[in-house]
């Protein structure tokens, strides 16, 4: 099953290579892209996916090359060099309480040892640390939102 973030990444780097078109299908997911013709014109289709649950049923739909490029570009637009990662599966808190300030936000300098968030799983909460020195410059997950084990939580600037 792929995620949004895969689907993207996929995206990107079809965007950049002269792939035409790209179908992959695996066991209750199917994906098909179609890069636009030289008049600017985007095919669409409506594929569905199976979701984790087996009940539900996502359609997912690409109306405009524009849309595409555009959040390309934004996320180039952010000069990264390292990616602190979730280390498990849990629910990601950018704060130690509700009544209290995030750890990091945006613009923040961090060092190795610096508490970024905490992942709870399981009841236990688990201080997830910078583990480089340098400024945070993106924060990439919402505050109670599920993480996934290695997926990207902050974009950190070492330079």
Same mark, same amino acid.
């Given at each position: 099953?792929?995620?949004? $973030?895969?689907?993207?990444?996929?995206? #990107?780097?079809?965007?950049?290579?002269?792939?035409?078109?790209?179908?992959?299908?695996?066991? %209750?997911?199917?994906?098909?892209? +179609?890069?636009?013709?030289?008049?600017?014109?985007?095919?669409? +289709?409506?594929?569905?996916? $199976?979701?984790?649950? %087996?009940?539900?049923? &996502?359609?997912?739909? #690409?109306?405009?090359?524009?849309?595409?490029?555009?959040?390309?570009?934004?996320?180039?637009?952010?000069?990264?060099?390292?990616?602190?990662?979730?280390?498990?599966?849990?629910?990601?808190?950018?704060?130690?309480?509700?009544? +209290?300030?995030?750890?990091?936000?945006? %613009?923040? #300098?961090?060092?190795?040892?610096?508490?970024?968030?905490?992942?709870?799983?399981?009841?236990?909460?688990?201080?997830?640390?910078?583990?480089?020195?340098?400024?945070?410059?993106?924060? &990439?997950?919402?505050?109670?939102?599920?993480?996934?084990?290695?997926?990207? &939580?902050?974009?950190?600037?070492?330079?």
């Amino acid at each position: 099953m792929l995620n949004v $973030q895969e689907i993207q990444e996929i995206i #990107k780097l079809i965007d950049q290579t002269s792939i035409e078109e790209f179908k992959y299908e695996t066991s %209750g997911a199917s994906i098909s892209l +179609k890069k636009a013709s030289a008049n600017g014109q985007v095919q669409t +289709k409506n594929i569905p996916v $199976q979701t984790v649950s %087996g009940t539900e049923q &996502l359609e997912t739909e #690409k109306t405009s090359e524009d849309h595409i490029q555009d959040s390309v570009q934004e996320e180039r637009t952010v000069a990264f060099d390292h990616e602190i990662v979730s280390p498990m599966v849990g629910t990601f808190y950018a704060a130690p309480s509700p009544e +209290k300030e995030n750890f990091v936000s945006v %613009g923040s #300098k961090v060092d190795k040892s610096t508490i970024v968030c905490i992942v709870e799983a399981m009841k236990l909460f688990n201080e997830i640390e910078a583990e480089v020195d340098g400024e945070i410059v993106e924060i &990439l997950v919402e505050n109670g939102e599920l993480v996934e084990y290695g997926q990207p &939580l902050f974009r950190v600037s070492t330079k």
